[in-house]
């Protein structure tokens, strides 16, 4: 794996105590890698991320993993907010839904693979808490989206992919959403709509309509059974 050094300014501790247990994944949105590069290590920004990952797999390091790095603002899972704090942040390069939306290139998947390795092991990191920038602001947030190959990750002890599951939904569409992590109305300002559609961004990604139509919701029960099953 190519590291290089970028550091930015954008970061400060972690309150003290603060556990490092989630890994969010994001892509940048913007037209270049290197300008995302600039833009995460200018202190007007405001914003950075511990590793940005271009088109060919270069990592570059903005923020050591022991400090807070700005990359995901309000945000919630399983009853947590502020998610900077306990988190690692990840972008990887790609014009997003705004700048013209790509698959993300073998090279960049493999020099994640290689990170996130690492990051998991080195902090304990749960395989269902390594999770898309939507899914803890899906009011907001998009990335790293529908072609981000979230199966393939799992393949690798990345992150969760559900068995295919024929099992029906046996309790309300919301009430699984939320066991699984998901902030829901009236805990979050989100509408159920935009919930569903970072669940499929991520679970779905072949069919993100904002609907629990039948498929979403086994999927839902699928990832509520892998989530919930004790240890
Ligand atoms: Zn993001």
Known sequence: MRLIERPSPNRDARPEGTPIDLLVLHYTGMKTAEEAVERLCDPA???SAHYTIDTEGTVFAHVPEALRAWHAGVSYWAGARGLNARSIGIELANPGHEFGYVPFPKAQIEALVDLADGIIS????PAARVLGHSDIAPARKQDPGELFPWKGLADFGIGIWPEHSARALDLPVEQALAEIGYGVAPEVEVTLEQVLGA???HFVPES???EADPETQRRIAAVHALVTAPA
Do not use: P, Y
């Open 45 to 47: 920004s405001q914003v």
């Open 208 to 210: 993100v309509t904002g």
């Open 199 to 201: 669940f499929q961004r």
């Open 122 to 125: 080195r902090h304990s990191i």
